[in-house]
């Protein structure tokens, strides 16, 4: 296949080299890493090792990769009024467009300006990190979890999937993109809200505070009834097992915490402003979303 | 009347200082402020001028006050562990306990130690800044409103306001201290949290923000709903005043927000703690408050 990437931070930098490695034709669209990368190319480091991706088919702009058969999107949220700038150059007749990005409504814009049966939706459980231009760490394996924008898996979905599969990524298939959504902002709500709003601190310490325990469960029940006025169900089952995750996890730094104390956009909108106006709309008061939202509103200006 | 001030703070020193200078016999028991306001009396200013309070019945100890006829407690509510060492010795069988602390639950810990017959409360409506050691400043004459801990105003109540009046403060009383202490937190449960839980902003940045304007008025409505809950009725005017005096202050830094910044202990319980277990007891959900008092919980530790 011929691939794009956009945005290669540590989710699309890692997943694009993985797709290279395994022999796709991927180009990768860069602003800030361009020079780096197209002399030094990819470091992808795990526990195991160190792999390396080089040359690289680096381009500045989209225009010149021109039509692909997947686009993956790895951009910040907060970057998505670049979509059309961005991605349209890559899309022709039978282009997929693969969002791997965080929170809910990203699907929707990509929708907006190409068809929902363009879009694909990946939901990446998995912690990466870029701790220098053109190279990425990855201490646990994760997954990714892919569906179609709208409606169920098709032949598309498991292509796609199998795709990452070949190149050593570890996938799964579901039937609605909406309801693993949900379910993963049950972790990201709390707990990258939280480290945020309670001064920058890791989970271990929001596991450590008997309040806040309490409340990233209140934040968890509220979505909870949200997706279920969406049509979609969590059980008791993961709800608890957000906390045991978490419990192991030890003093981590989720994402949009990293993103605040380097002083980046933090993706508000993305995770807690979008499920917040669906949760309202769908009748189901959300307070302590509300007033989480809120203030992550004013310290993320 | 013979009185001592215990907590001389901004409030402590500015109203001891006025009894003071009323001809009353007023001791002052201080730590850090001793040697300075030995040496140099306190200095009271306002925008007409100075006044100045000099010699200074100053004391390292309350033992060697003695029992007073009035005690006027002016400590932080984080201090509240103190009172039985601090306010044991200067309380004979006449003693009136005066509390002029911020939030709930002081009087009831006074009473806890001597008794509910011996508590009074003064709301102060007010904004005193202690510029340097023994210098008070007030631009804004203010307030206080003097209520029994318990039950309606007796001939006592209207002493001791008188006491305050004769002095030159501006008083009220009031038949309810618990009613008048629902409509003050009105103020400081939404101005004073977020002003620390949105990053450390002054009130301005607060009005100037449309969800955290939203988020001060549902905070507000949770402490109608609660006060209404404990028989106090809390009006739609009320409410609206609030908002009112708030965008006439400016950029102000509520006073928890200066003890935030400064690094000194917030009264996190007697502000959001006490009412929000007041509440709930009363059978009253307060999920913003419950958020806010968790966020607060972390930030201040």
């Known amino acids: 296949m011929k691939i794009a990437i956009i945005g290669a931070?540590?989710?699309?930098?890692?997943?694009?080299?993985?797709?290279?490695?395994?022999?796709?034709?991927?180009?990768f669209v860069l602003r800030s890493d361009y020079e780096t990368v197209t002399r030094d190319g990819y470091r992808l480091r795990t526990a195991a090792g160190e792999e390396r991706l080089f040359p690289v088919n680096t381009h500045r702009a989209s225009a010149t990769v021109g039509v692909c058969d997947l686009v993956v999107i790895a951009l910040k949220a907060t970057a998505n009024d670049k979509f059309a700038e961005l991605v349209t150059p890559l899309v022709g007749p039978n282009t997929t467009v693969l969002t791997l990005q965080n929170g809910m409504g990203n699907t929707e814009k990509l929708a907006a300006l190409f068809g929902m049966e363009k879009v694909m939706a990946g939901l990446c459980f998995v912690c990466l990190n870029r701790t220098a231009s053109g190279v990425i760490e990855n201490f646990h394996a994760g997954r990714i979890a892919f569906a179609e924008g709208a409606g169920p898996a098709t032949d598309r979905t498991r292509t796609v999937a199998k795709a990452f599969e070949d190149a050593g990524v570890t996938v799964s298939i579901a039937d609605s993109h909406e309801e693993i959504l949900w379910k993963k902002l049950c972790w990201n709500v709390p707990f990258n809200g939280l480290s945020i709003a309670a001064g920058g601190i890791t989970t271990d310490k929001i596991m450590a505070s008997p309040e806040l325990v309490a409340l990233s469960r209140s934040l968890m029940e509220e979505l909870r009834a949200a997706a279920k006025a969406r049509g979609f169900a969590i059980s008791d089952k993961f709800i608890e097992a957000q906390f045991t995750v978490t419990r192991d996890m030890g003093a981590y730094k989720p994402s949009s915490l990293i993103d605040w104390l380097e002083h980046r956009p933090v993706e508000v909108d993305a995770i807690w402003g979008e499920p917040l106006r669906r949760g309202l709309a769908a009748g189901i008061p959300m307070p302590h979303l509300t007033t989480l939202h809120a203030l992550l509103t004013a310290l993320c200006k």
Chains 1, 2 share one sequence.
């Open 9 to 27: 931070g540590a989710v699309g930098a890692w997943y694009g080299a993985r797709l290279a490695l395994s022999g796709h034709d991927t180009h």
